[in-house]
């Protein structure tokens, strides 16, 4: 397997955390393979798209991008070099062979359960095999046969614990791009956590696109995500637990009371709603309603009060109306987001609400942004109370002024600090002094004290 010069890889990553965590595992496969990872396509000998498939005219873009990765291997042939191509993630798995007919530059189409394959499918492009396109479903599992995790420079990982959707939500393509839902057995994802913890990580986020549904194998019986969350805990070193993405009817007792007495549990939770509307919940195929929803918020902030909520929110849902609208501005103001993603409705080809009747896209501009200003008014509230405070800060990096290191709030705040370079990983106390809109800043406490 390996090459006698190392070759270049460089991969570029859109959409979600779970896209990172692959482009993440495929490096890792790949520098096994012999490759190196480079900063610039310019660079590179193999160059992926990791793609995402979620909204608005994501092929489309692509398209564009495999054109400019085109010219790119036109200026490269010149001087004598080659370069691969691959699509990866979600529109590889939606288009498949498609891409290779549209653009013939294309080398590899590899959907995200296929990974694993792609030393293999390299060495078939290398024995002459031509394009080669890997968009099944296939019966072993990837994580097994993917490498160990490498040694990493930050404190925080995304592990991934959970994979694909049976919710099949009506605007959704999520159920038909990643399939049904899988969960990796607890053994492995504890192998995985503690090859994490031995190289230096301190806070996992647990990833999947319903990642509270989580039902790994457990020594013959069933995790729940709670269940997991505490046999990680216990890992010596990691301090800090999230997870992400998850649905509101999947916050079972057992995760809530979890982040009641779990203090690795941090106290910030993605859970979205879509919308305040029953009738648009209901035509959406959520099957909650923004009551029980906010019932379920209680519940969250009666175990942990101080919880900071985030969601997201999609505006111009076919039908939506104003009263409809209105709905959703209500539940935003009864449940004071700490932060949230707002989406206009972009119909997804293959998903039930693609073929009813569209709200006109002015509607649509203008409800994003009365919903983004009153987020905003939310986020900046929230932002705004944690001056003053003293929290518990895990600094990440360096920061953008010398001597500056940026860390995270246990809310999820980027934090500015004036802080030496090896209290990098550390979790210490920072007093908050001032608020930017996305991020805080504050003085290391000993220094003030
Ligand atoms: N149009 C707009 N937003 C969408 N999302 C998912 N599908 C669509 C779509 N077709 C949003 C949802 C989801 C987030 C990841 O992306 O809000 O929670
Ligand atoms: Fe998509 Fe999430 Fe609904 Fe699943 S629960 S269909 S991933 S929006």
């Known amino acids: 397997m390996n090459a006698i010069t190392p070759k270049k890889l460089f991969i570029r990553t859109y959409g979600c955390q779970m896209n990172v965590y692959d482009s993440e595992r495929m490096s890792e496969s790949l520098t096994d393979a012999g490759y190196t990872a480079v900063d610039t396509p310019d660079e590179a000998d193999l160059v992926l798209l990791n793609t995402c498939h979620i909204r608005e005219k994501a092929a489309e873009k692509v398209y564009s991008e495999l054109g400019r ?28 062979e498609e891409i ?31 394009a080669q396109v890997e968009t ?11 490498p160990k995790r490498a040694r990493r420079a930050s404190p925080s990982a995304f592990l991934s614990v959970q994979e694909g959707c049976d919710k099949f939500c009506a605007f959704c393509v999520v159920p038909y791009t990643r399939g049904a839902e899988f969960s990796r057995p607890v053994a492995q994802v504890m192998t995985e956590a503690r090859r994490l913890a031995e190289s230096g990580v301190r806070e996992v986020t647990l990833l999947g696109q319903n990642v509270n549904a989580y039902h790994g194998e457990d020594d013959g019986g069933t995790a729940t995500l709670a269940s997991l969350a505490r046999q990680i805990a216990q890992i010596d070193g990691i301090e800090r637990i999230r997870y992400t993405t998850s649905h509101p009817n999947d916050m079972d007792d057992d995760l809530i009371a979890a982040h009641g ?127 003053g405070r003293v929290l518990p800060v895990m600094f990440e990096k ?26 990098i990983r550390q979790i210490v106390p920072v007093r908050i002094d001032a608020t930017f809109p996305n991020s805080l800043s504050g003085t290391l406490i000993e220094e003030t004290a």
């Open 69 to 96: 990765m085109r010219k790119l291997a036109e200026e490269k042939a010149t001087r004598g070099e080659t370069m691969r191509v691959g699509v990866t993630g979600c529109v590889a798995q939606a288009e498949g």
């Open 100 to 130: 290779v007919r549209r653009q013939p530059l294309v080398d590899l189409v590899v959907g995200p359960q296929a990974y694993h394959r792609l030393p293999a499918m390299l060495d078939a492009l290398d024995a002459g095999q031509g």
């Open 136 to 146: 099944d479903f296939p019966a072993e599992d990837k994580f097994a046969a993917l």
């Open 261 to 387: 007495d779990l203090p690795e549990l941090m106290p910030y939770l993605h859970l979205p709603v879509q919308s305040g509307s029953d009738r648009i919940l209901k035509a959406m195929n959520r099957k909650h309603t923004a009551d029980s929803y906010l019932k379920l918020i209680d519940r969250i902030r009666a175990a942990r009060p101080d919880m900071a909520m985030s969601g997201d929110f999609i505006v111009g849902f076919p039908g939506e109306t104003d009263a409809d609208f209105e709905d959703t501005l209500a539940l935003i103001d009864a449940v004071g987001y700490a932060q949230a993603f707002s989406f206009k409705y972009s119909p997804r080809p293959g998903t039930p609400a693609a073929s009813s009747e569209q709200v006109p896209e002015p509607v649509k501009e203008e409800r994003l942004v009365r919903l983004n200003d009153l987020l905003r008014v939310h986020q900046i509230r929230f932002q705004d109370s944690c001056v």
């Open 398 to 423: 360096t920061g953008r002024e010398p001597g500056q290191l940026t860390g995270r709030s246990p809310y999820l705040q980027p934090v500015h600090v004036y802080a030496p370079d090896n209290m």
